[in-house]
């Protein structure tokens, strides 16, 4: 069976509806969120190593996997490395992904005004695009492209950092979920949203996104400290 590359993957997750369709991903197709499984169950130097495998086979090198890439040396506290990665979104010849790369590293740097600005533009590309597709299409929007879905999940993702370092815990949650929705496989969507929630005393909803980031990333280095607050939440 042919190996799809990993930016098809991505897209395929971005189009995955949620825990219960993930879980029914076919056997042929688990290769190619391989890189994601061994980020969310922290697994950094082995997720970079597939990464890098994947550029000498000529699978990758898109900006979905520089964006993933530039998070999981985050995760290694490799800053500099991360702002390589970023730095290729920059180079994007897409430019919503360009600003998703130069408010990344504005947010590494702490530069949080100049971190909001891009990316509130990479989202008010995104509101005026939707607006001119549902024009074109009559006043109803038609479904969005996969690759789109995939960028514009990445930008509500760092919208919700964003707003989280700012301390705007509803803005964040309500960032984190937009991101999801767009992406419902990407577990660390669902675990920043529950942990904008507990900011905002909101159990119910930290738990419903608790449940999915553990569904998702069953081995991930925070299951430990959310299951304490699950267990916490049910014995409220």
């Known amino acids: 069976m042919k190996t799809l590359t990993l930016t098809a993957a991505l897209l395929v997750m971005a189009t995955t509806a949620g825990a219960q369709a993930f879980d029914q991903t076919p056997p042929e197709m688990m290769q190619i969120s391989e890189v994601q499984r061994l980020f969310e169950a922290g697994q950094y130097d082995q997720a970079l190593q597939a990464l890098v495998q994947a550029r000498e086979r000529g699978e990758s090198g898109g900006s979905p996997e520089a964006f993933l890439a530039a998070h999981i040396q985050l ?58 597709a549902a024009a074109a299409a009559g006043g109803q929007a038609p479904a969005q492209d996969p690759v789109a879905r995939v960028r514009d999940a990445a930008v509500f993702y760092q919208l919700g950092l964003v707003k989280s370092r700012r301390e705007d815990w509803a803005g964040a949650a309500d960032a984190f979920d937009r991101s999801t929705q767009l992406n419902p496989a990407f577990a660390y969507g669902h675990y920043y949203a529950g942990l904008m929630y507990s900011r905002l005393k909101r159990p119910d909803l930290v738990g419903a996104r608790f449940q999915i980031f553990l569904k998702l990333a069953p081995n991930a280095p925070e299951r430990t400290s959310v299951m304490s607050i699950m267990r916490t939440l049910r014995g409220a």
């Open 75 to 132: 995760r290694r506290a490799q800053t500099e490395d991360a702002k390589g990665d970023f730095t290729r979104l920059v180079d994007s010849d897409d430019d919503t992904w360009r600003l998703v790369g130069q408010s990344s590293i504005a947010l590494v740097d702490q530069n949080l005004d100049a971190a909001l600005e891009t990316v509130t533009q990479a989202v008010a590309q995104i509101t005026d695009r939707n607006a001119q």
